[in-house]
C-alpha cells in the first residue's frame, strides 16, 4: 500500500522557519505532480505550492517570496521551506502525489505560529 509521510511541522514564532518533508513509498514520484495543501481550522483546504516532474514550481499569492518547495526523486521527496512565517499561516499541512487518475493525500502534519 503506497503512502505519503509529512513530517517538520510544529510550533514557531512569526518570522520563524520552518522545512516541512514528505516522503512517498510507491512508484512513479518522478511523473508525480507534488503539491503542498493547507486546512486551517474553518476554511477550506487551499494550495500552497505545487511543482511539476521538470521542476516548475508554482506559489500561492500568500506565500510567494517566503516559500519554497523542492524535490529529490532520487529520494522520493518533496519539501516546503517556510520562511518568514505568519500566524496567518497556521494550519494543517498536506502533501499530494499527483500522476494521471493517481491521486494520494498525507496524513497532515500541523504547523502553528504563535507567539
Known amino acids: 500500500q503506497v503512502q505519503l509521510v509529512e513530517s517538520g511541522g510544529g510550533l514557531v514564532q512569526p518570522g520563524g522557519s520552518l522545512r516541512l518533508s514528505c516522503a512517498w513509498s510507491g512508484s512513479g514520484f518522478s511523473l508525480a505532480v507534488m503539491g503542498w495543501y493547507r486546512q486551517a481550522p474553518g476554511k477550506e483546504r487551499e494550495l500552497v505550492a505545487d511543482i511539476t516532474t521538470n521542476g516548475r514550481t508554482n506559489f500561492a499569492d500568500s506565500v510567494k517570496g517566503r516559500f519554497t518547495i523542492s524535490r529529490d526523486n532520487n529520494k522520493r521527496m518533496v519539501y516546503l521551506q517556510m520562511n518568514g512565517l505568519k500566524p496567518e499561516d497556521t494550519a494543517v499541512y498536506y502533501c499530494?502525489?499527483?500522476?494521471?487518475?493517481?491521486?494520494?493525500w498525507g496524513q497532515g502534519t500541523q504547523v502553528t505560529v504563535s507567539s
Open positions: 499530494n502525489f499527483r500522476q494521471m487518475v493517481r491521486d494520494y
